[in-house]
């Protein structure tokens, strides 16, 4: 804990890592997760535990939940080093990704693509 005084005020905060961006959200698909702004997340099978495997256009596509350096795991919130040296969320092992084509909040249209995408789940 820290402390400041500064015109005769004191203030005191705290230093806290970031904790995983993540909600649980219901959708027409069951509970989800879903970053704040509420863009459904998904696994994709391809990935291993603890390592993405989808790396240059399938990144593009599918941009992975970005950690950053002095962000912390926590409980079944993990941080996995991509191949590109970036950071990114993880659940139970499972990288975290966006879709491109979910434009709103609550959209799924990713849930199924090529049987290797799927909705993550709390």
Not at 18 to 27: E, T
Not at 39 to 56: E, P, R, T
Request: aromatic share 8%.
């Amino acid at each position: 804990m820290m402390k400041k005084a500064l015109l005769g005020l004191t203030l005191t905060f705290s230093l806290h890592a970031l904790a995983a961006p993540v909600l649980v959200a219901n959708s027409q698909d069951g509970d989800i997760l879903t970053n704040e702004a509420g863009m459904s997340l998904y696994v994709f099978d391809k990935d291993a535990q603890g390592i993405s495997n989808c790396n240059d256009q399938c990144a593009a596509n599918w941009p992975p939940l970005a950690a950053g350096v002095d962000d912390r795991a926590e409980g079944n919130y993990g941080i996995v080093a991509r191949a590109d040296g970036s950071l990114q969320w993880s659940y139970k092992g499972q990288p975290l990704y966006l879709w491109v084509k979910d434009q709103t909040a609550g959209d799924t249209t990713g849930d199924g693509v090529k049987d290797v995408w799927h909705l993550a789940r709390p």
